[in-house]
């Protein structure tokens, strides 16, 4: 135990003389992610099959060039990485990813690198928690000369059987092995129970880090955002035709959200990202403009960074790659 407070304090200690050097803090860092965009569906989609979109490193200059600052790059690393230790990630699959990487930053935008859709570890945390901590060390060691602009995130939306009293117990030996060769690399961690603000309460944030980024995400109301999604089930064609008009009651429900996380990030001293949002195109166009405006305003209110989910994938998405456009009222409802 001795030695583990040792080595705490000396990489606390690292990490405060690299804020007297000059380095942003988790703070400055998380106020340059926003307006930011998910690139979501292609390197977290399930393979072989995958979801039939493509990466393509000109997309991020069109992120960019439409004025957004943050990027967000779900990757599912775990279906690249063996079965048994050491867990060795694809180095192809590594050279796919830093491709893009290397475009978004050269498109100017700052990147939080998400481990996403680790279905394994969901179902059985005790079973997987090796492998999930030996691809995090590969991570943090093949990223470690990266700029302060690349970010990690932890992990995408824990649940399941990935309980918070497991989650809390896993974060900071996740967090230890980034720390090992990435003292100062601001990175994100969010909630259990899908990654909502009703899991806060229950969240343990490891102590005396000071380049941590709370993330949370929010869908509310879900049967307005989700009516219509195949993938929540059949149940979600009930909720078709639902609108969101900003009425004074959907507006105190979505500031209440709001507000929650934003006591905890006072309380515990850290910046907050709101690490997605967004709303199925089976809803009417109008409620979903009104929607997103709602949710890009109260995020700039209350000082929180956001991604918008989802750029050219899928249904929630705010560009058309057929067309090679954006669907504008959108888009104009992210930006500020």
């Given at each position: 135990m001795?030695?583990?407070?040792?080595?705490?304090?000396?990489?606390?200690?690292?990490?405060?003389?690299?804020?007297?050097?000059?380095?942003p803090?988790?703070a400055?860092?998380?106020?340059?992610?926003s307006?930011?965009?998910?690139y979501?569906?292609?390197?977290?989609?399930?393979?072989?099959?995958?979801?039939?979109?493509?990466?393509?490193?000109?997309?991020f200059?069109?992120?960019?060039?439409?004025?957004?600052?943050?990027?967000?790059?779900?990757?599912?690393?775990?279906?690249e990485?063996g079965l048994?230790?050491?867990?060795?990630?694809?180095?192809?699959?590594?050279?796919?990813?830093?491709?893009?990487?290397?475009?978004?930053?050269?498109?100017?935008?700052t990147v939080?690198?998400?481990?996403?859709?680790?279905d394994?570890?969901?179902?059985?945390?005790?079973?997987q928690?090796?492998?999930?901590?030996?691809?995090?060390?590969?991570?943090?060691?093949?990223?470690?000369?990266?700029?302060?602009r690349?970010?990690?995130?932890?992990?995408?939306?824990p649940?399941?059987?990935l309980?918070?009293?497991?989650?809390?117990?896993?974060?900071?030996r996740?967090?230890?092995?980034?720390?090992?060769?990435?003292?100062?690399?601001v990175?994100?961690v969010?909630?259990?129970?899908?990654?909502?603000?009703?899991?806060?309460?229950?969240?343990?944030?490891?102590?005396?880090?000071?380049?941590?980024?709370?993330?949370?995400?929010?869908?509310?109301?879900?049967?307005?955002?989700?009516?219509?999604?195949?993938?929540?089930?059949?149940?979600?064609?009930a909720?078709?035709?639902?609108r969101?008009?900003?009425?004074?009651?959907?507006?105190?429900?979505?500031?209440?959200?709001?507000e929650?996380?934003?006591?905890?990030?006072?309380?515990?001293?850290?910046?907050?990202?709101?690490?997605?949002?967004?709303?199925n195109d089976?809803?009417?166009?109008?409620?979903r403009?009104l929607?997103?405006?709602a949710?890009?305003?109260?995020?700039?209110?209350?000082?929180?960074?956001?991604?918008?989910?989802?750029?050219k994938?899928g249904?929630?998405?705010?560009?058309?790659?057929?067309?090679?456009?954006?669907?504008?009222?959108l888009?104009?409802?992210?930006?500020?």
């Amino acid at each position: 135990m001795a030695l583990k407070a040792s080595i705490l304090l000396l990489l606390m200690a690292r990490a405060a003389s690299a804020h007297a050097g000059g380095v942003p803090d988790a703070a400055a860092v998380n106020r340059g992610l926003s307006p930011g965009m998910n690139y979501g569906a292609i390197f977290d989609a399930k393979p072989p099959e995958g979801w039939g979109w493509v990466a393509k490193e000109g997309d991020f200059k069109i992120i960019a060039a439409a004025g957004f600052r943050g990027l967000r790059l779900p990757v599912r690393w775990d279906a690249e990485a063996g079965l048994a230790a050491p867990y060795t990630i694809d180095p192809r699959f590594f050279a796919r990813v830093d491709r893009m990487l290397d475009a978004a930053l050269g498109a100017g935008l700052t990147v939080v690198l998400d481990f996403h859709n680790f279905d394994g570890l969901m179902a059985d945390p005790e079973g997987q928690k090796a492998r999930f901590l030996g691809i995090w060390d590969q991570l943090a060691h093949h990223y470690r000369g990266r700029p302060r602009r690349v970010l990690f995130e932890i992990l995408n939306e824990p649940h399941d059987r990935l309980t918070p009293g497991l989650w809390n117990a896993l974060l900071p030996r996740a967090l230890a092995v980034i720390r090992r060769e990435n003292p100062d690399r601001v990175v994100l961690v969010g909630t259990a129970d899908w990654g909502g603000p009703a899991a806060l309460d229950s969240l343990r944030l490891p102590a005396g880090d000071p380049n941590i980024i709370l993330s949370f995400h929010d869908y509310s109301p879900f049967h307005f955002t989700h009516q219509g999604a195949s993938w929540v089930g059949p149940q979600s064609q009930a909720w078709l035709g639902t609108r969101w008009t900003g009425s004074f009651k959907e507006n105190e429900d979505l500031r209440g959200d709001f507000e929650r996380v934003d006591a905890y990030a006072r309380a515990h001293g850290v910046p907050v990202n709101l690490g997605e949002y967004g709303s199925n195109d089976a809803a009417d166009e109008g409620s979903r403009v009104l929607w997103t405006a709602a949710m890009s305003h109260a995020a700039r209110r209350f000082g929180f960074s956001y991604f918008y989910w989802e750029f050219k994938a899928g249904t929630m998405a705010v560009y058309d790659e057929k067309t090679g456009a954006w669907r504008s009222d959108l888009k104009n409802a992210i930006l500020p």
